[in-house]
């Protein structure tokens, strides 16, 4: 079982409307999570960054921790073409040896059509 | 502001040939620097980190080295590629809570 699981998609939806994407894990010791965009052909871009469980908000953007259930969720509101991207989600367990490491799904494709 | 830059974009080499992709940092003084690989349809896996001048650990045991000759510079090396060596290669730096910070990458083919 991979410490971390993301659905890889492809996932279609059309403009505006509510994505969410998923990750589980198994590791109870990771307390940061960290959602990643990726264009394709580039590098990927820090979206959103959480420490422990709760909600964050960022503009149409809101990250979701779950930790009792090891569940974290990214919730996309009035999606855009532009939006279009690989998903990444990516965990650590924070300080000390495990500052930078992060743990990383797979992805999950999304296409959000005009 | 920081910024990170990695080159060459895109290599193609022959199984066998020599590697060197360069990562550079500016904007920031004694960042930790690290390289991960993103095979198709795999998630990220980090093989080197640095947390210094000549200071260089690595994650995974295989064909590739790293260097880091200078405090911005971080340097993925190998010396005969393999044909499993392809892929995209991220260098990154950590920010204040360890959240990672990437440059744009290097797309490797071995042919």
């Known amino acids: 079982q991979k410490e971390v699981e993301q659905d890889p998609g492809p996932l279609s939806v059309p403009e505006g409307a509510i994505v969410s994407l998923n990750c589980t894990y198994s590791n109870s010791a990771f307390q940061y999570f960290m959602w990643y965009r990726q264009y394709s052909r580039k590098g990927p871009e820090l979206l959103m960054y959480?420490?422990?469980?709760g909600n964050k908000e960022d503009g149409r953007f809101t990250a979701q921790v779950d930790k009792s259930s090891k569940y974290i969720s990214l919730f996309i509101r009035d999606s855009q073409p532009s939006d279009s991207a690989t998903y990444l989600c990516?965990?650590?367990?924070?300080?000390?040896?495990?500052?930078?490491?992060?743990?990383f799904g797979q992805g999950t494709i999304l296409t959000v059509h005009p | 502001s920081q910024t990170i830059h990695q080159w060459p974009a895109t290599l193609v080499q022959p199984v066998g040939s020599p590697l060197s992709l360069e990562c550079t940092v500016e904007g920031t003084s004694n960042p930790n620097l690290y390289w991960y690989r993103q095979a198709a349809g795999r998630g990220l896996q980090l093989l080197f980190y640095s947390v210094g001048i000549g200071q260089i650990s690595s994650e995974v045991p295989q064909n590739l080295s790293a260097s880091r000759p200078q405090d911005r510079q971080f340097i993925l090396s190998s010396k005969k590629l393999l044909l499993s060596d392809s892929g995209f290669y991220l260098c990154a730096w950590t920010g204040n809570a360890g959240e990672l910070f990437f440059g744009e990458g290097s797309r490797l083919t071995v042919l």
């Open positions: 959480t420490y422990s469980s």
């Open positions: 990516a965990m650590s367990g924070g300080g000390g040896t495990s500052y930078g490491k992060l743990t």
